[in-house]
């Protein structure tokens, strides 16, 4: 019987369609983050995330470029077009987040929680019901 987690492939791409992805099976988890780096990164109040095992994530088109916007961090983008495309982190080892936006069919992706709330600019009030963390949501700061 085949393992249900690994009977879904997502696919996703840049802007200009450069830099594409697969990746196999359900995330770990989705949450809007709205941490101030992922505010530079992106130029928006805040992004969603979708986190998977990185083994089931590949690259398929041109490989993206790289910007370490912290020690320990990697943001890949397409150095074309400029989406953002991938975060991986020292503290989330095995594990690459994808921008939602970017897979073909994002309403596929739901977010369960707010992340880094603590940073969240003020005139965000979300009406969702969603869990609210200060942090990640994996060390008790929960809001
Ligand atoms: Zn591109
Ligand atoms: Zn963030």
Redesign the pocket.
């Known amino acids: 019987m085949p393992d249900p987690d690994i009977s879904r492939l997502r696919t996703g791409r840049c802007g200009c369609g450069a830099v594409s992805f697969r990746v196999d099976g359900d995330p770990n988890w989705v949450a809007h983050?709205?941490?101030?780096?992922?505010?530079a990164?992106t130029g928006s109040p805040?992004?969603t995330?979708a986190g998977f095992p990185r083994d089931r994530f590949a690259w398929t088109g041109v490989p993206p470029a790289i910007h370490r916007s912290s020690p320990g961090v990697a943001r890949s983008f397409c150095a074309r077009c400029g989406t953002p495309m991938a975060?991986e982190g020292a503290r989330w080892p095995g594990e690459v987040h994808i921008y939602v936006a970017t897979v073909e069919d994002p309403a596929s992706l739901v977010p369960r929680a707010h992340?880094?709330f603590g940073?969240a600019l003020p005139w965000i009030q979300p009406a969702d019901g969603l869990a609210r963390y200060q942090g990640t949501g994996d060390d008790s700061g929960s809001a």
């Open positions: 983050c709205h941490c101030r780096d992922c505010r990164q805040f992004t995330f975060f992340v880094y940073q």
